[in-house]
């Protein structure tokens, strides 16, 4: 570990000595897990419509609908609980101890999502074990998450860092990609009516072949040099939870960072995601092969563009792309969901797919930047436990919830396009917080203040991961 003459720390120039091929397995050991675990949460969102009358009582199918994305929703509610409980053990224990936990998590609770008895076999359990199992996935990528991007920010150049962490950024696409596309392989090979009957539960079962795939590779993977130093200077937090929320200036950077960053992304994500997927199948009834053919070659044009805003990042500064993200997709839900109904009922499918392509890129210029940037907001001894918790209540409680709040809008006021109220609300109020709080960047008020407080001189350098941008 290198250190200054003072004792400080000096994670750059470590990173900077790092070869190419031991970043390279860095980043692909963190990605693929954080892949896996994405594809197994979005399995759930994916397949809601048509496995939601299984498990509660027939008779109203909306009805069910509504409450089975509410129950998608409880995986959210849960996770800054998890952010709390991984994020104080990433902080103590080691980032890599931390995402190998919770790997094993969210792959137990998706594989059991997939031999689940249904309410015609074992009643009002049945949508009790829903909502468990849906917790279980909350709890996991809770903690998931922030480990894997601390691990490859603390591990990369300051040059390079939004380039390197803006890959972590497309296993979230990449999951939802991957998922969609299982899917629709064994609907095409089973046929809708087998698919419907019992085919939907395979795509939850490959869960298993996949963690321990992920776990073979995640295994071979070494802590942290940033932790690794802290530990051994006898600098890590004694109480991370207590550090980063208990005190008034990180407390200050973690509102600051959720209002002004993650709500507005997540509700930008999830709209352009999830809600567009049912918007399209419940809202437009358009059939369900369509809809996620479209939404998957969207989702395939558009994916390199996080790595491309990503690396632009790091040369033009993260605010800007941040920033203008949401700008955008608050001025443009409204004429991209008149354009998406007219495109499908028309059946205008390359027109459908152009405005599903542009809604991604639009959070690519959100998402893409933000790993890099949520690493440098926070001090080292807290990183962990404050980018978590900042980033999943944001995206979680005010993301998650965005399909179930849309629908809601839509079936209470009868008007298909009244779902979008919701996220450009928070999308430019996320906008307007940023240009008032967070417009220099690591540089600005807020975040100086948790970085005097927390990073004690005799324990760290000058910002450590805080660079200019």
């Known amino acids: 570990m290198s250190t200054s003459t003072s004792g400080k720390i000096d994670a750059d120039a470590l990173s900077e000595t790092l070869p190419p091929n031991k970043i390279r397995k860095i980043i692909a050991a963190s990605s693929v897990g954080t892949l896996i675990e994405w594809y197994d949460f979005y399995i759930y969102g994916s397949l809601a419509v048509v496995f939601s009358g299984m498990f509660f009582p027939g008779g109203n199918s909306t009805a069910a609908l509504l409450v089975t994305i509410a129950a998608f929703g409880t995986g959210f509610v849960v996770r800054p609980i998890g952010a709390v409980v991984f994020g104080r053990m990433g902080d103590r224990v080691g980032r890599k101890k931390t995402f190998m936990t919770t790997l094993l998590l969210m792959g137990g609770a998706t594989t059991m999502l997939g031999l689940m008895p249904t309410y015609d076999h074992i009643g009002i359990a049945a949508p009790i074990l829903l909502v468990v199992l849906r917790l279980l996935q909350g709890l996991a990528i809770g903690g998931e998450y ?77 802590e942290s040099p940033v932790f690794e130093e802290m530990r051994r200077s006898g600098s890590l937090s004694k109480s991370p939870i207590k550090d980063a929320v208990a005190n008034r200036p990180s407390l200050s950077l973690l509102m600051t960072v959720l209002v002004s960053v993650t709500a507005g992304l997540g509700v ?25 053919l479209c939404i998957g070659i969207a989702l395939v044009i558009a994916t390199p563009f996080f790595v491309v805003f990503g ?20 001025i443009g839900y409204l004429p991209l969901f008149a354009w998406i109904r007219e495109a499908a009922v028309n059946g205008q499918n390359v027109q459908l797919v152009v405005a599903l392509t542009i809604q991604v890129i639009l959070v690519a210029m959100v998402y893409g930047p933000t790993a890099a940037f949520l690493s440098e907001l926070f001090p080292p001894q807290i990183r962990y436990t404050g980018l978590s918790l ?11 919830f965005t399909p179930l709040i849309a629908l809601s809008v839509v079936t209470a006021t009868g008007n298909q396009l009244a779902g979008v109220v919701y996220p450009i609300a928070i999308t430019a109020l996320s906008a307007v917080a940023f240009g008032i709080l967070l417009r220099h960047g690591t540089s600005s008020p807020v975040v100086r203040r948790a970085w005097d407080q927390v990073a004690k001189p005799s324990t760290t350098n000058d910002r450590d991961l805080n660079s200019t941008h």
């Open 146 to 222: 922030g480990g894997a991007v601390v691990y490859i920010a603390e591990n990369s150049p300051a040059a390079k860092r939004g380039l390197f962490t803006s890959v972590l950024q497309t296993t979230a696409t990449g999951g939802l990609l991957l998922s969609i596309s299982v899917i629709v392989v064994c609907r095409l090979a089973l046929g809708d009516d087998a698919f419907e009957s019992w085919g939907w539960r395979i795509p939850f079962l490959l869960s298993a072949v996949l963690v321990l795939f992920s776990l073979k590779i995640r295994m071979k993977m070494h």
């Open 268 to 292: 930008a994500w999830y709209t352009s995601q999830f809600y567009t997927l049912y918007f399209l199948q419940t809202v437009l009834k358009i059939d369900f092969l369509t809809a996620n």
């Open 390 to 400: 900042a980033y999943h209540v944001g995206t979680g409680v005010f993301g998650g």
């Open 311 to 330: 690396r632009l990042s790091d040369t033009y500064g993260r605010p800007r792309f941040i920033v203008g993200g949401l700008v955008l997709s608050a």
